[in-house]
């Protein structure tokens, strides 16, 4: 069976290529289609598979720029010829649903989430905008819009990464979908007899994952925060932050690694389409405080391998954190390591591999 995987972009490790991962490790043989490659900051395991690319990759500052090329994609996705595989997979947070498979093959669509700047989250990727280059921004969003919606149809199966997101893929394209978290590595984390006393922050530092709130909320309360990432709000959080909040910056694996197994808790106050850090916090043993909403609602039990604030503001994080110390010794680190299993790599790849299984039986008998 001829295989091919179509992802966005491969520039960087980050949750969408953790699961492009575990599809290299399912279909070893598969060739991989991208609108921009760039090797260095990519694992082996994903650079041993043939990749190719878009003319998008060839243009000006492509690596850097990308983002610019967004009114291009949808016409260098239809220009791959891709009549020669059995199987595609495509990999969508960004345009890669597009393609246009030929009557005989199966094309399912493992979705991150319907493109967030053209859909939910469009006014406020919009509100950054210059104003003299709105107008012309709408006009492409718009165009944009229908053809994502219309190619919705060109996919025979929709897999979400979280009821979330299935929901989102009902509301924008009209199509049901199953969910399937996407894979953790959960044998990399272990859990530890000690804990610290500070709570910990893990991520990109991006609008809207709201680092804004944690430095606000535990700067009110005076307990101790370490953060630990980096991204374009880096320097006005350490403008913002008091002495107990400590900004470490992107760290190697094994100090994240100590620093998820001894921390009270993980501080999560963004809105997640599904979430693998919160996971790999539970797989080190310890419980996370979020915000109830999104992706992290398929993972976190509430009381039990976490708990939930329902105000994504600094005293909704802040009235988390009090009431979580009153009940901090109810949490058991080991069962929240056992939950947090059944999102493992394991666990994704044979479930992915059913649901393709079954789809192939029904597709070749239709």
């Not at 790849?349 to 039986?361: G, N, S």
Request: hydrophobic letters at 40%; glycine letters at 6%; aromatic letters at 12%.
């Amino acid at each position: 069976m001829n295989v091919a995987i179509v992802h966005f972009v491969l520039l960087y490790m980050s949750g969408a290529e953790k699961v492009l991962e575990a599809l290299c490790e399912l279909y070893p043989e598969a060739d991989i289609y991208t609108h921009v490659y760039d090797p260095t900051n990519i694992s082996d395991l994903i650079k041993k598979h043939k990749i190719k690319t878009t003319f998008i990759n060839k243009l000006p500052g492509a690596r850097n720029y990308y983002k610019n090329y967004l009114p291009l994609m949808p016409y260098a996705l239809e220009q791959l010829d891709l009549s020669e595989y059995d199987l595609i997979i495509s990999c969508e947070s960004g345009p890669t649903k597009g393609i246009v498979p030929n009557p005989d093959s199966l094309h399912v669509c493992y979705c991150h989430s319907p493109m967030r700047y053209v859909w939910d989250m469009y006014h406020e990727y919009t509100k950054h905008k210059h104003i003299l280059l709105k107008p012309i921004h709408s006009y492409f969003i718009h165009k944009l819009k229908i053809w994502d919606h219309s190619t919705a149809s060109r996919v025979d199966l929709f897999i979400a990464n979280s009821s979330f997101v299935s929901r989102r893929i009902k509301k924008y394209y009209r199509r049901d979908s199953m969910v399937l978290p996407p894979p953790v590595d959960i044998d990399n984390f272990e859990t530890s007899a000690e804990i610290g006393d500070y709570y910990l922050w893990l991520g990109r530092f991006v609008q809207h994952k709201r680092p804004d709130i944690a430095v606000e909320a535990f700067n009110k309360s005076g307990k101790k925060l370490i953060m630990i990432g980096g991204g374009e709000e880096t320097e006005r959080l350490k403008e913002q932050a008091n002495e107990n909040i400590e900004i470490m910056g992107f760290q190697p694996f094994d100090v994240i690694k100590t620093m998820l197994a001894g921390c009270k808790a993980l501080v999560f106050p963004g809105i997640e389409d599904a979430g693998i850090i919160p996971v790999e916090a539970m797989a080190s043993g310890r419980p996370v405080i979020a915000f109830n909403k999104g992706g992290l609602k398929d993972t976190i039990i509430d009381g039990k391998t976490g708990l939930f604030f329902n105000e994504q503001t600094a005293a909704g994080l802040a009235n988390a954190v009090e009431e979580f110390e009153t009940m901090m010794d109810m949490f058991d680190s080991q069962f929240i390591a056992e939950h947090a299993k059944s999102f493992s790599k394991h666990n994704f790849k044979v479930k992915f591999k059913q649901i393709i299984d079954a789809q192939l039986v029904m597709h070749s008998s239709s």
